[in-house]
């Protein structure tokens, strides 16, 4: 007798009805079908998280020739370590011969099974950093640059009865230019690129629009800081020495 999933019984039976069908294991025409179906359970993820639902067939053990090990799901509302040694236990009492090994709860074994996409999210989240601070020394670089140009103007603009916050907001406005610019070009080219790491995320569709949404603000933010900062210094400059500055 054996148990197939939902996913084995849409795929050979269609839409009748499977229990009382006979299967039989193995690829020549002659195999003999002598696997009764007794039952259908849901469709579940037999290796990792994030493999595709396959056609699963479930039979005794007794019914292997024979059996290499078995893993054996133990449900208790009591607190996972005490259970250990019990579990130990009560098999050593029915077998004193039989091993018991890799003994975990669920909780480890699907941290265990994303590991891997774990180590890569936190690489990842490592090097975004990297470039956020590297694109904000740019950025920073940039606009003290465009200041340092602009010194004569700027010291006209306050000599003339220019305020702080005028001078500000003339450095910001090209800030604020080029954040933008930056972010019409770098979010469609973030929507289509999400789709060649879309095989290494899981529990998040590779287009999240929360993620892209907080990470654009970040980014925008940061942006403005090192704009911010440059704006700032031009408005303490010495409109004497800004008109003498070459």
Do not use: C
Not at 130 to 154: D, F, K, P
Not at 181 to 200: D, K, S
């Amino acid at each position: 007798m054996s148990i197939v999933n939902e996913k084995f019984a849409r795929s050979y039976f269609a839409d009748q009805n499977p229990v009382g069908r006979r299967i039989g294991f193995g690829g020549d025409p002659g195999t003999k079908t002598d696997i009764e179906i007794v039952g259908v359970i849901r469709d579940a993820k037999y290796m990792n998280l994030r493999e595709q639902i396959r056609p699963q067939v479930f039979v005794p053990y007794q019914q292997h020739d024979w059996v290499l090990e078995m893993t054996a799901y133990v449900r208790t509302q009591l607190d996972p370590d005490p259970m250990y040694a019990a579990i130990r236990r009560t098999v050593h009492e029915l077998d004193p011969n039989l091993p018991i090994f890799s003994v975990r709860t669920l909780e480890v074994q699907l941290d265990r099974s994303i590991a891997t996409e774990r180590v890569i999210a936190i690489l990842a989240a490592i090097f975004g950093l990297l470039a956020s601070l590297l694109a904000a020394i740019g950025l920073y670089g940039v606009m003290a640059y465009n200041v340092a140009r602009r010194t004569r103007e700027i010291g006209i603009r306050m000599a003339l009865g220019a305020l702080g916050r005028n001078v500000t907001w003339l450095i910001m406005k090209e800030v604020l230019w080029l954040v933008g610019a930056g972010v019409a070009f770098a979010l469609p080219a973030a929507w289509g690129l999400t789709r060649l790491v879309q095989a290494q995320l899981y529990g998040i569709t590779p287009n999240d629009p929360l993620n892209m949404a907080a990470a654009t603000l970040g980014l925008a933010l940061v942006a403005l800081l090192a704009g911010y900062i440059p704006a700032l210094r031009a408005t303490h400059v010495d409109p004497i020495q800004a008109l003498r500055y070459e």
